[in-house]
Structures are given as C-alpha cells and as structure tokens.
C-alpha cells in the first residue's frame, strides 16, 4: 500500500518534471543550432518621439551594407523582408495562400546554418526570381525534393515566377523564424529602397569575434550621427542629435544576440512571438517544485513505513545485524523504488505526451523526451531520487539505539515529526501558490472576456483575401449584403484585432512638424459602414458619408488622440486640422467627428492615438450577421466568392475567434497551471495522505488510551485532523505573500487587468484545508473507530 | 453490581478454537474488593477488559447494574462504563506527549470539567501520590514504577466508582505497594468497587474476595 502510494506520487512528479524540463531546454535551445549562433547579431531600432515610443527589431535597407563597408568587426550581413506579408501561390490550378515566407539576401545561408538537400545554396538567392523551398513545402507543391530548375507562380506584381534554385531541410522549431519559402530580396515589393529613416528590414550582422559586441555598439552611435541626423534633417526641425535629446526624444539602434531573440526580445516587428524568461523561469520552478514534492513524499512516506518496522530493526540490530547493513537495506529498497517509479514516469510520459503538446503548444516527440542524452540524466535522477529519499529513514532508523527502540512506547519523538511537518507545510505552499495562481489567471481571462472592449464582435464573419478579388470588391460586397441574414458590412483590413493591418504615421496639429507637436497615430483607411458595422459609439460629429465627396480629406479620431493633439475638449477638435507630411507634400484632414476609445490592440497594451480615415484597403470585410443556419449563409457566401474569385480558395473567420487567440498564451498558462496545481496538490495529498497514516498508526497506543479514558470517536477526529489544519494554515501564510507577489508581476503585463482580491486567497484556503482534511480525516476515523483493546494488548 | 453469566472468550488459532475463558459466572456486589489470581496466561487480564468493555466475550451474558450490556449499542456502552469506571492498566500506558500533570487531567477533560475543578482533583491526586515535584516530567522520564503510580492516579482522578487494576503493583517496590494496597482498602471503605489482578499473595489478601483462575476458568 505505502510502496504503491510511493511509486505513484513519485512517477507523476517525474513525469510532470521531465514534461517542464524538457519544454525548458527547447526554450533555452532557441537558435543555437546555427553553428555561427555566437557571432550573430540583430540590429534594433529605438526612436522615442513625443507621445510615440517605436521599439523595433528593423532597420532600413541601408544599414546593413553601410556598417559592413565601413567597420572592420563586421565581416557580413544578411537581410529579411517580410512586410509583404502573405503571397498567394499556385498549385495546379488553384491559388494557395502561403504566409510563412520572407524575401532573403543571398548571404542569408552564409549565416544561418541549414541542411542542403538539392542545389547550392552559396548561390541560391543571387539572382532575381528564385526561390528556396524546405522540404515539406516541396512535398506540397511538388511531392518530392528533387525540383532544383523548376518554378513556381505566385501574385507578386506581374504573377511572377520563381526559379527554384534549391531545397531545404524543414527549420527547427527552436527558431526564431520558421519559413517554408526564401524569395531573392530583388523582388521585394518595396518602394523606399535607400531611405536611412524607413524601417522594414529585418538585418542581421556576422561579427568576426563574438566579442565584437561593444565595439559594434559603438560604431552605430557613430552610423546615427553620420547617416541618420542628415538624413532627417532633410524634412524634420533638427539641428543636433543634443537638441532632439534635450527636447525628451532618443533616437539609438542597439542589437540582440541572436540565441537572445527568443526569450529575452520582445519588440515591435518580431518575426514570430517569441517566449518570455519570465515563463521559462516560472516553469523551471514549477518543475523542481513538483520534483522536489514529490521526493519529501517519497521521504515522508518511506520514514512512515519504516518507523513501523523500527522494532524490526532493533532485534536486528541486537542480534547482531551492523549499522551500514540496514542502512544498506534501505537504500536498495529505496533504489528500487525510485527505479519502479522511473519506469512509470516513463509510461505515464508516453501516454500523456499529446496532451501536454496540446497545453503547451509545443510538437514534442517521445525520442525529444526520451533519447541518449536523457537517458543518462534519467539514471542519475533515478539515483538521486533513491539517495535522497532513502538517506533520511535508512540513517534515522539504522543510528538507533536498538534497545531504546524495543523497550519505549513511542519510536519517533515530536522532534523528527517537526521535519515532517515542514515538508508538509512546504508541499502544500507550493500547491496553494499553484492554485492561486490558476485562480488569479483564470479571472483575468474571465474579465478580459467580459470587460466592455467598446466594439461588436459577435457574430461578425471576416472574409479573407479580399484583394484578389481586385476591382469586384464593392460588387461582392454588394452579392453578400443582399444575402438574408447579413445586416451590414464594412471593407478594410483595418480590424480591431492585433492580428490584423496596422499604419503607424506622424500627424501634427501645425504645418511644419517638430519633436514636439507630432503625434504617432495609427491611420487605418476605412468605408463608410465602419462605425455602424462594429457598433462604434460617436461621441461627438458624424460619420463619413459616400454623398460627401470631401470626406476623403476627413479623419475621424477617437478620445486618445484628441487628448495626444491637446484639442481641449471632444467637441472642440470639431473642425480641426490635423497635417500629415508626405515628401515634399503636406496633406491635411480635418477632425469630423471622435469615436469613444476602444480596445484594438490587447487588453495588454492601452489605447494608442487612432484616426479613420475615407479610403480603400480591400483586405477583410467584416459582415454582421444574423442567422440561426449559420452554415447554409456561409455556403451561400462561398457560392458568390466561387462566382468572383473562382480560382482562390474561400477563407474566413470569426471575429470573436480573433480576439480569443490574442489571449493564446495567457489560455495556454492557464491551463498549464491549472494543471501542475493539480498534480502538485494531488502529490501533496499523497504525502498528506501516507503522513496522515503514519500518525495515526505512530499515535494508536494514544488514540486507545483516550478512548478507554472517555474521548468520543470524534474527539480523536478533530484531534487527528487538528494538527494538519495547522500545517495547512501555516502553509497558507507562507504562501499568500509569495502567490501576491508573483501574481502581480504577472498582472504587471496588462494595461487592464484585475486587482487581486483576499477572496482568492481565501478560497484558496479552504480549498486546501478541504481537501487536507479529507484526505486525513479516512485515516482519522479508522484510527478512532478502532477498538482500543486491539492497541492496547500488553506487549 | 456486575453479573456474568457463562462467559467464554476464545481466539481461533490455526483452524481451533483456544479458550482464554471458558463458562465464567461471577456476580460482584456494590462496595466489593476482589482480587484476581492465577498463572500467567490463565486469563486473568482478558477477564478485566471483558469487564470493563474493552473486550467483548464470543458468549454468555453481561448485566452491569441490571442492564444487559452487551446489548447495548457501543456508544452507550461506552458512555455506561466511563462514567462508571477506572481502569488501571497492567502495562501503565501514559501517553508518552504528555506530562504527568496532563495525564492525570485528561480523563477529566473528556468529563467536561472545568479548569477549575480540573486544577483542584489533579493537585489533590499528585499530592495524595506524593508526586508533585514530577508533574512536568514526560513518562519516558519516569521510572516504572512511577508510571504505575501515575497510572493508578489517572485512574482515580475521576473518583469511579467501579476500579479495575490490573496488577497495579507489578513494579512497584513492597512498601509502595503496601501504600497503594492501604489506599485501595481506604476507598473501598468510602465505597468503591474494587477489582485487582495481582500475582502477589499478600496484596490479594487486602481483597474481600479472592478468585482464582486456571487456564481460563474460575476455580
Ligand atoms: N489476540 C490474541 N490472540 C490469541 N491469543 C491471545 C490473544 N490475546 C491473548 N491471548 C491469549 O489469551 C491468554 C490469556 O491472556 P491474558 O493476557 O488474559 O493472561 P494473563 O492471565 O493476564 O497473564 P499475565 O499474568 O502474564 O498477564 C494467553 O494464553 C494469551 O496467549
Ligand atoms: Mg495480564
């Protein structure tokens, strides 16, 4: 019964920390694998204006080539242009929309380190019109890997055709970009090539030394004054790099070791999300935590056991058997225990491996969790768990006195039961953090579901590719809204989802623009349907209007900016003018109207300056719809896309799926703690449980005594179960100001986020005392039902 | 008081039954002093527990004050004989985290005392047993025959009325147990039912009555 509560706590655990420790090492593996990892290097730009803060990991196209000619630390650099995005690529006779490919220069593979499969890759992207595929995108388009010399279509500009010039093995996971195609950077649709203050290159620089760090550093100080400040001059008030300083501005490129990007990066134009230290930290605690719970069970049960067969030991003892020989006992029986409890690890990480993929997002196969380099650390871990474990009862019981132990009523002295207690105590800490934790992150996704985010987003479908439907988008527009079911609907690709088309710009309220007077502010082109489709509250003006042909040098802002351009009052920035910069010309738009601010970025980030604007950008169209047979309106709206765009695959989406997989990393932690909460309790119960038997078995002679001298059956429950309440109070308060302080860090990421309030923790407490108390209270009344004479024999 | 009407008590060992009691009858008045003998194994402990409860017989009859216990459920009988009885065991059985002092207080606790009178019985007991100066020592600090005196005044502390010893001067050197036997004699005059297993001739002579057992019956 002990042995198989052992195993079990100890199995769980092990699987539970070989499940984090191996997410840990993939998280920590980002990037390593390019084999000039150390000497790679990304360029960041920073440049703070005013209101507007632009942290981001591009350059211009111009900094890469201008710091390889004239510093010496720099031996190359490779470029990435992905703001493109998506391309659409012909299979057959069908057009596939594919996101995950960048426009590269030729030096890409003279950084980055990739397996070859067919053709050169040192020439690979020299010319225009190539394309590099990996394997299993050749395998798509393709069904094999041996395509060097044939092409591919694609809608860029003119339908352009690739040559492909080589393929690759597929990109690890632990990357920080994953792409299935590699363009030539020649077709880059990109039209400000040789402008020093555009930022749209991703640029990554090859060092000579690894430590060359600092000197680069310094010379891109230098390259801002040298560059950068004439450049800017050219169409902004600046004299001096001090004067744009002292004005509360910065303006600095600094740069990201590249095995950095992944967990330490977090900037604007990422290439993929990255992970966070932070998680990773959490997540090594969590699984030495549950490791370490599971090895005081392992102690806390094999003393229970073995202090019932203290006599045992002391015969043996006195009849001869020697110190290191039941020690040595001990620890084989320990040993094989731990060894029992691996091999169930093992069975349990086997059965549970696609789960844990699903909460973690990761795509683990068995040989990344179980290969020759774990299997060495999984026997050592075997013999640490089995050392550690038995070391305590196999020297507590082998150093005792044998007649002590034969002749006295009681084995083990409050003393060593206080070390017990502190295990208890500290295994229950970490599951009520746990716990608390799962509470707090679930409200906070509660109340990010629920909080007023000041749009509509149920039931609105957005259409996808709405381009490729060129000059037909106002025609299918129409098509869908005669549609029964279909209220209204809107153009733009403008969405207030992160995941959607976002145009920062500078605006000023003046004519000549300084530091001082612009504002950043998002400029999204819209259609007349806008406001009405997503239910956008006007506080003051009026809409656009398709009859007024002067709105298209209208703009509609909402509350921030107002307060950003210091208008005063909403209805005072009525018929202001706000100036917007373009070259040599100056645009101007005046202010018709103020929408109430709303939530169009991550209840993360607060609301930034936001301006709408009459115009054309047929990216989505968003639809509110109204139909209790959902998919009979979708197959009606695909019917009609099929009519306008036979040749392109109908895509779509929900807006409220749109707002949820903003919050995928905070649902993923979620059930993700949720889950070690309950494996680090259910271990701690476990614990609690064997601990609860000990007692009651150590406190029998007791528990009869008080019987005979009048206690009640449940006297000696409240007894019993007295004193583990306590270790739980006790771990309540030891863990409350952890969980809090943790927590808040954590909310710290939310601009909108939830106080933390004591009803968490309280119910946190009575939760823990609930399920300590039953799991101690079957030991309880079994021991205080029993009949005392049974542990009162004379002996 | 107590009337036992043909008990027996057997453990089944390897398929057959061993009689530890075979066809008891025995009837104790109010106010009598009995003193148990026999060799070791005879029965005589099993006897006393099927007395005070602690043990039930396989069968037979048991009247405690008119009422047919063993009919009774366990709760009231429990709570019957509690209130009734002291039960001095033959191995002391103190327990081992509590002091002398708690020891002594706990049978009155579970009586629902006050503080109070808890103090005033408990300080009456250690000075009656001349044990004062040991009333924070923790049992294993005792000396065996000291645990037996703080056994015997658990077991008075509640002043029962019905006293069941078992070999309550087993460790105990003649001249304390000479004191033990006088104290007994006392109460038994105020008007406690005495019952004692003793191994010790002279101590069962402080008895009104002497039983003897023999492999489990009285002889
Ligand atoms: N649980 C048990 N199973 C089997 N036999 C038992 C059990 N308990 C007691 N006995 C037997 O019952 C018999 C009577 O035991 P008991 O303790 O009543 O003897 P006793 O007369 O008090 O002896 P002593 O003078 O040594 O205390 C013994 O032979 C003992 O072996
Ligand atoms: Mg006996």
Same mark, same amino acid.
């Given at each position: ?547 007024? @042909?002067? =709105? ?9 900016? $107002? #307060?950003? !351009?210091? /208008?005063? &009052?909403?209805? *005072? ?8 910069? @373009?070259? =040599? ?9 103020? $929408? #109430?601010? !709303?939530? /169009?970025? &991550?209840?993360? *980030? ?190 | ?219």
């Amino acid at each position: 019964m002990f042995s198989l509560l052992n195993i079990i706590g100890l199995s769980f655990g092990l699987a539970g920390f070989m499940f984090i420790a191996t997410y840990v090492f993939d998280e920590l593996s980002y990037d390593r694998f390019h084999t000039q990892a150390d000497r790679i290097v990304r360029l960041n730009a920073h440049i703070h204006m005013g209101e507007s803060k632009l942290d981001m990991a591009r350059t211009s196209d111009m900094m890469g080539p201008i710091l390889r000619d004239e510093y010496t630390e720099v031996e190359d650099f490779t470029r990435l242009y992905v703001s493109s995005g998506a391309k659409l690529i012909k299979n057959g006779d069908r057009w596939i929309k594919e996101a995950h490919l960048a426009h590269a220069d030729s030096s890409f593979f003279r950084l980055f380190s990739y397996q070859t499969l067919h053709g050169n890759l040192h020439h690979a992207l020299t010319e225009p019109n190539t394309v590099v595929l990996t394997r299993s995108a050749a395998e798509r388009y393709f069904n094999s890997t041996d395509i060097v010399g044939r092409t591919l279509e694609t809608n860029d500009a003119e339908n352009t055709v690739y040559k492909i010039t080589a393929v690759i093995e597929d990109m690890p996971g632990n990357s920080h970009f994953n792409y299935d195609f590699l363009f030539a950077m020649d077709n880059a649709s990109y039209e400000n090539w040789g402008a020093l203050l555009s930022h749209n290159f991703t640029t990554y620089i090859l060092l000579k030394n690894a430590t060359d760090q600092s000197l680069l550093e310094t010379h891109l100080e230098e390259y801002v004054h040298k560059h950068c400040l004439p450049a800017a001059k050219q169409f902004m008030d600046v004299a001096s790099m001090e004067e744009f300083r002292t004005q509360g501005n910065l303006f600095y490129y600094d740069i990201t070791p590249i095995k950095d990007i992944h967990l330490r990066s977090n900037l604007m134009g990422e290439l993929q999300p990255n992970g966070s230290l932070q998680y990773v930290y959490i997540f090594s605690a969590i699984s030495l935590f549950i490791l370490l719970i599971a090895c005081v069970n392992f102690v806390n049960l094999s003393t229970a056991r073995s202090a019932s067969r203290a006599k045992d030991v002391g015969v043996h003892k006195l009849l001869g058997s020697s110190r290191s020989g039941v020690a040595g006992q001990f620890l084989t029986e320990s040993f094989l225990l731990s060894f029992g409890g691996i091999i169930l690890a093992i069975v349990i990480v086997v059965l549970t491996l696609p789960l844990f993929n699903e909460l973690s997002g990761k795509a683990f196969e068995i040989n990344d969790l179980i290969n020759v380099r774990s299997l060495p650390l999984i026997g050592l871990l075997t013999l640490f768990v089995g050392l550690v474990a038995g070391y305590y009862p196999a020297a507590f019981l082998s150093a005792f006195n044998p007649l002590q132990v034969i002749k006295s009523r009681s084995v083990v002295t409050s003393g060593k039961s206080f070390f017990r207690s502190s295990l208890v105590v500290f295994q229950f800490a970490i599951s009520i953090t746990l716990i608390v934790g799962t509470f707090i992150i679930t409200t906070q996704l509660q109340y990010i579901q629920h909080k007023k985010i000041g749009y509509e987003r149920e039931n609105i479908l957005l259409v996808s590719d709405y381009h490729v439907l060129g000059n037909q988008t106002k025609a299918f527009r129409d098509d869908i809204l005669n549609l029964p079911g279909v209220k209204i609907g809107t153009v733009s690709g403008y969405l207030p989802v992160s995941s959607s088309s976002r145009n920062d710009n500078p605006y000023s309220k003046e004519t000549v623009m300084s530091a001082h007077n612009s504002v950043s502010m998002q400029t999204w082109y819209v259609d007349e349907q806008y406001l009405p489709t997503f239910d956008l509250e006007l506080t003051v003006g009026r809409n656009f209007s398709a009859a007024r @042909l002067a =709105d298209s040098t209208s703009v509609i802002l909402n509350e921030t900016a $107002v #307060k950003h !351009f210091d /208008f005063g &009052s909403e209805k *005072d920035a009525i018929g202001k003018k706000i100036h917007f910069q @373009l070259g =040599d010309n100056m645009k101007s738009y005046e202010v018709i109207g103020v $929408v #109430k601010d !709303f939530n /169009f970025e &991550s209840l993360r *980030d607060p609301v930034t300056p936001l301006g709408f604007f009459l115009g054309n950008h047929p990216v989505e169209a968003a639809f509110k719809i109204e139909t209790a047979d959902l998919p009979a309106l979708l197959a009606h709206i695909e019917n009609s896309w099929n009519k306008f765009a036979p040749a392109y695959a109908f895509s779509y989406r929900f807006m409220d799926e749109a707002f949820d997989s903003m919050y995928r990393a905070e649902r993923r932690m979620s059930r993700l703690s949720l889950t070690f909460a309950a494996l680090a309790t259910g271990i701690a119960c476990l614990g609690l449980f064997g601990l609860a038997a000990f007692m009651a078995e150590q406190r029998r002679k007791e528990i009869g005594v008080r019987k005979v001298l009048g206690s009640s059956v449940v006297g000696i429950v409240i007894m019993l179960c007295r004193d583990f309440v306590k270790l739980v109070l006790i771990a309540l308060l030891i863990a409350v100001p952890i969980a809090w302080w943790g927590m808040s860090e954590w909310l710290e990421d939310f601009t909108y986020r939830i106080e933390i309030s004591w009803w968490i923790f309280a119910l946190t407490g009575i939760i823990s005392i609930v399920i300590a108390l039953l799991t101690v209270s079957t030991q309880a009344v079994r021991a205080a039902r029993a009949n005392p004479i049974d542990s009162l024999r004379n002996e | 008081m107590i009337k036992l009407e043909h008990i027996f008590k057997w453990y089944n060992i390897g398929g057959t039954r061993s009689f530890v009691l075979k066809d008891i009858n025995l009837e104790i008045e109010q106010g009598d002093f009995i003193s148990i003998m026999g060799p070791s194994g005879s029965g005589k402990s099993t006897l006393l527990n099927v007395i005070g409860l602690l043990d039930e017989p396989n069968e037979g009859h048991y009247y405690f004050m008119g009422e047919d216990v063993l009919a009774l459920k366990s709760k009231k009988r429990t709570a019957l004989f509690q209130s009734h009885m002291g039960y001095v065991f033959q191995s002391y059985h103190l327990i081992d985290e509590l002091t002398v002092y708690e020891n002594i207080e706990t049978p009155l606790i579970y009586k629902n005392l006050s503080g109070k009178e808890r103090k005033a019985i408990v300080g009456d007991m250690l000075d009656r047993f001349g044990i004062v100066g040991k009333k924070d020592l923790f049992p294993a600090q005792l000396s065996g025959g000291q645990q037996q005196i703080v056994g015997i005044a658990r077991a008075l502390a509640a002043s029962p009325k019905l006293l069941l010893a078992d070999e309550p001067t087993g460790n105990l050197n003649s001249k304390q147990g000479e004191e033990i036997m006088a104290l007994f004699k006392q109460l038994n005059e105020e008007g406690m039912t005495i019952i004692q297993v003793t191994h010790s001739e002279k101590n069962a002579e402080y008895g009104k009555r002497i039983i003897n057992l023999l492999d489990g019956q009285v002889k």
